[in-house]
């Protein structure tokens, strides 16, 4: 049904190209919106013909007995998915309106379906908001739950992965939630924000996560904020665990400015004592003894599995320059890199030095 206030607009816009009254008239006959104030609310016979008949109706000046409560001009029939929701009147002679009359239907008809198309979305959204809070807070899926699931314009289909992204500047306020709007719209995908600087993605089975990774990729390179990536959740009722961990690889996204999955980071939870003395001693003895150089050297000699020859290549530098190196670190902190016991620890101690406090 038309609003008062969309029919107002209508009103406006129009108004403003052309050099005729307009009229917009509810299915009861109703003038909600007029050029001519007076005429608000007051009941328009030929508008009602138009609602029955879903045919153009055009009323003549000698027609007044007929349309007690109408002027002379052409009524038509505003319809949005082949339905008609309300009507449209041109003040004048019929004859010289022919030629605008449709254009100005066409218009019309076009508001309609923006407006439309835009409330249908605002209500989308803000289901899904209300929904992906709700199972953050609960593990049970009500009837209610189940309720709103079945709203949404998709089906939810799991495995399920949950995402954030945090705002790190107010200076990209709004832009991320625009582009991200831009980025998943008409996407099986529900998003929106937790809080002023949160925002969420739930990806579920339809939307690929690395083909999702490498888009979002975009935003995170765009705007340079966190974003992190929960492990699958078979179940939409786990949601709340998949938030926790979502969360957790959030917080490592900070240091390393790029998307961190729970995956990568899943070890962490074992590690999350980084307070203790015996962590610091153990910090101490093993990554404060060694420079950013070796530090890079050793994560790269890692990434290559222990391989001398790939790991050189890599750092562009020889191979028995990278054998130097290693055979420092050995003597530096007790640990020798190429003894996969030993890399393990060194492995370790890098875990908890990155580990957020």
């Given at each position: 049904m ?7 607009e209508i009103?406006?816009q ?11 008239i ?9 050029g001519?104030?007076?005429r608000?609310?007051?009941?328009h016979?030929g508008?009602?013909e138009?609602?029955r008949?879903k045919?153009v ?6 027609q007044r007995?007929?349309y007690?409560n109408?002027?002379p001009g052409?009524?038509l ?12 009147g041109?003040t ?5 309106l022919?030629?605008i ?8 008809e076009?508001i309609?379906?923006q407006a439309f ?6 209500w ?5 908001e209300l ?5 953050l807070?609960?593990?049970t899926l009500?009837?209610?739950?189940q309720?709103?699931i079945n709203?949404l314009p ?8 949950f ?6 500047t107010?200076?990209a306020?709004?832009?991320i939630y625009?582009k991200l709007?831009?980025m998943l719209?008409r ?10 600087t949160?925002y ?5 089975h ?10 979002l990729?975009?935003?995170q ?6 974003i992190?990536?929960?492990m ?5 009722s ?11 690889a959030?917080a ?5 400015q790029?998307?961190?999955t ?17 962590v ?9 003894q060694?420079d950013d150089?070796?530090?890079h050297?050793l994560?790269k000699?890692f990434e ?5 020859s790939?790991a ?6 020889h ?22 016991e030993?890399?393990s620890?060194?492995q ?10």
């Amino acid at each position: 049904m038309l609003s008062i206030k969309l029919a107002e607009e209508i009103v406006k816009q129009t108004s403003m190209r052309l050099h005729y009254n307009i009229n917009v008239i509810d299915l009861d006959g109703v003038i909600l919106a007029s050029g001519e104030k007076n005429r608000i609310d007051s009941l328009h016979d030929g508008a009602l013909e138009v609602v029955r008949s879903k045919q153009v109706v055009m009323i003549e000046e000698n027609q007044r007995d007929k349309y007690p409560n109408c002027k002379p001009g052409i009524n038509l029939p505003l319809t949005y998915n082949e339905r008609v929701v309300g009507v449209i009147g041109i003040t004048g002679k019929p004859k010289e309106l022919e030629e605008i009359a449709q254009l100005v239907q066409l218009t019309t008809e076009m508001i309609i379906h923006q407006a439309f198309m835009e409330s249908e979305s605002e209500w989308q959204q803000k289901n899904s908001e209300l929904l992906v809070k709700a199972l953050l807070e609960t593990t049970t899926l009500t009837p209610t739950l189940q309720h709103r699931i079945n709203k949404l314009p998709f089906p939810l289909v799991g495995p399920f992965h949950f995402l954030l992204i945090e705002e790190t500047t107010m200076t990209a306020s709004n832009k991320i939630y625009l582009k991200l709007e831009e980025m998943l719209y008409r996407q099986p995908v529900l998003f929106g924000q937790l809080n002023l600087t949160t925002y969420y993605i739930l990806v579920g089975h339809t939307y690929p996560l690395n083909q999702f990774i490498k888009k979002l990729s975009k935003i995170q390179q765009l705007f340079h904020v966190p974003i992190g990536i929960s492990m699958a959740i078979e179940e939409i009722s786990m949601l709340k665990k998949a938030y926790e961990a979502a969360k957790f690889a959030l917080a490592f996204s900070h240091q390393r400015q790029v998307i961190v999955t729970f995956e990568e980071i899943e070890v962490y939870t074992l590690l999350q004592r980084k307070k203790y003395e015996q962590v610091a001693i153990f910090h101490q003895k093993t990554v404060e003894q060694l420079d950013d150089k070796l530090i890079h050297t050793l994560k790269k000699f890692f990434e290559c599995n222990l391989e001398i020859s790939t790991a050189a290549k890599e750092l562009q530098i020889h191979r028995h320059t990278l054998s130097y190196r290693l055979k420092k670190v050995e003597r530096l902190i007790g640990y020798n890199p190429q003894s996969f016991e030993d890399a393990s620890i060194i492995q370790l101690a890098f875990l908890l030095a990155e580990q957020p406090v």
